[in-house]
């Protein structure tokens, strides 16, 4: 395989990888949330893309949005009822709390679809250029998953809700005094993060195969892409999304599959020594 080929499936995975991130840097940035239910908010979205598939013939891209918007409405729901009153509590209770609701999920699931791995079947045809192939619906998956990263970005930056986010991570106290409703962004914050999960999922169902028991491996990739790019902007989940997926690439390529997310961790301690804030992180999100 040419390096040129790896490159450029690593770049693929390093697109999914930050869109897969990108809701758990926020939440962690913003809320100081460790959220262990990150991974089974990605496997939901892959199921919900799965099903509205297989029994009602919608089309895998069409169901990306359906599986935003559920997940969105769960994460609000969760955020609002359950999470919000632990959240100005040391971080490890939040984390238990989260961790006990990730067990609950991961049950729900298990046996609700059972552990057998499923996947949506989707043969668009490959593109080739220069000896490089790739296939349409990876292709397609990796341009959603930027566009989706985009969006949010845009959100953040342009939007009402978005400076109140990032008024809330500054300065929760200053924001109050400014009259903005911290719990309620706390909530729209914690939705956007499973929004993202929701789709990424719907995206990597059309790649990999899904199963409940994969919520534990994502949530493992989205804590590396969080450590290496940063908390809580989506500048730093590209740029650790594409580090890892490079990093995967070239590794599963050089020293074996079985050994590229080794590398990944591997990576994750080193940096975590000379830059603790991450690539493009801050000092005090770190």
């Known amino acids: 395989m040419s390096e040129l080929q790896i490159l ?43 099903f509205l598939f297989r029994h009602a013939g919608v089309h895998p891209f069409v169901s990306v949005p359906i599986a935003a918007a559920v997940l969105f409405a769960l994460g609000y729901a969760l955020q609002r009822g359950a999470i919000n009153r632990v959240v100005a509590r040391p971080v490890l209770t939040t984390l238990t709390l989260t961790f006990g609701l990730d067990m609950l999920a991961y049950n729900l699931m298990i046996l609700a679809f059972s552990a057998t791995p499923v996947r949506i079947i989707l043969d668009l045809g490959r593109v080739e250029a220069a000896g490089v192939i790739v296939p349409v619906d990876r292709l397609a998956a990796m341009l959603l998953a930027l566009l989706l990263t985009a969006v949010l970005y845009a959100v953040m930056r342009g939007s009402k809700i978005g400076r109140a986010i990032v008024a809330v991570r500054m300065d929760r106290d200053a924001a109050t005094l400014m009259g903005i409703q911290v719990e309620r962004i706390y909530a729209v914050t914690f939705a956007l993060g499973a929004l993202m999960a929701g789709a990424a999922g719907a995206l990597l169902a059309l790649i990999f195969p899904i199963s409940p028991t994969m919520s534990g491996q994502y949530l493992g990739k989205v804590f590396i892409v969080c450590v290496l790019g940063g908390l809580g902007n989506v500048p730093g989940a590209l740029a650790g999304g594409f580090a890892l997926g490079l990093i995967e690439a070239f590794a599963g390529v050089y020293l074996g599959p079985q050994n590229a997310m080794t590398m990944g961790y591997v990576l994750m301690l080193l940096l975590l020594l000379v830059r603790p804030t991450g690539l493009m992180g801050r000092k005090g999100y770190e």
């Open 8 to 50: 450029v499936n690593g770049l693929v995975l390093g697109s999914l990888y930050a869109c897969m991130a990108v809701g758990f840097s926020l939440v962690w940035g913003v809320l100081n949330v460790i959220n262990m239910l990150h991974g089974s908010f990605i496997v939901l979205g892959a199921y919900i893309s799965f």
